[in-house]
């Protein structure tokens, strides 16, 4: 069953949700993208076979939905954020699993934390070096 968590980091209150599996050996972290919140795997999570086998965690960013915060924002604080997040919760070797902005915090969380991640799943990444002209 998912549970709502609250983590106060960094001067944020950070919401966070936990779908544990009983035996569970591994976790796949959700995150979202700059116009989305953890709803935008609430289908995903309500309809996955992992959640007999994997423990499921989607959070909102800071800065976004239930994770209000008015100031300044980057992603190595999002990336912080995360890792305050796996340590309160003891999780080892996450599968990071991102989309558009999320992607990006999921490659500066694994380049940070190495250790930490057994896999990435990038949906719709941004490479900052491919952009040219106006979106550059």
Same mark, same amino acid.
């Given at each position: ?8 980091h960094?001067?944020a209150?950070?919401s ?11 976790t796949?972290?959700m995150l979202h ?6 709803t935008?795997?609430?289908e995903y999570?309500?309809h996955?076979?992992?959640t007999?086998?994997w ?5 909102d960013?800071r800065?976004?939905?239930d994770?209000?915060?008015h ?7 999002? $990336?912080?954020? *995360?890792?305050? %997040? ?10 990071l #699993? +991102?989309h ?8 500066d969380?694994?380049a940070a934390?190495?250790?930490? $991640?057994?896999? *990435?799943?990038? %949906? ?10 106006v #979106? +550059?």
């Amino acid at each position: 069953m998912e549970t709502r968590q609250i983590l106060e980091h960094d001067g944020a209150r950070l919401s966070y949700w936990v779908n544990r599996a009983e035996g569970a050996k591994h976790t796949l972290v959700m995150l979202h993208g700059v116009a989305s919140n953890h709803t935008r795997w609430s289908e995903y999570v309500s309809h996955t076979s992992l959640t007999s086998s994997w423990n499921l965690l989607t959070l909102d960013l800071r800065g976004h939905g239930d994770s209000m915060y008015h100031g300044r924002i980057n992603r190595r604080r999002w $990336v912080a954020d *995360l890792q305050a %997040i796996i340590e309160k919760e003891a999780l080892f070797q996450v599968v990071l #699993l +991102g989309h558009s902005l999320g992607a990006e915090i999921a490659l500066d969380y694994a380049a940070a934390h190495p250790q930490q $991640v057994s896999g *990435l799943i990038l %949906i719709d990444p941004v490479f900052h070096q491919n952009l040219h002209g106006v #979106l +550059g």
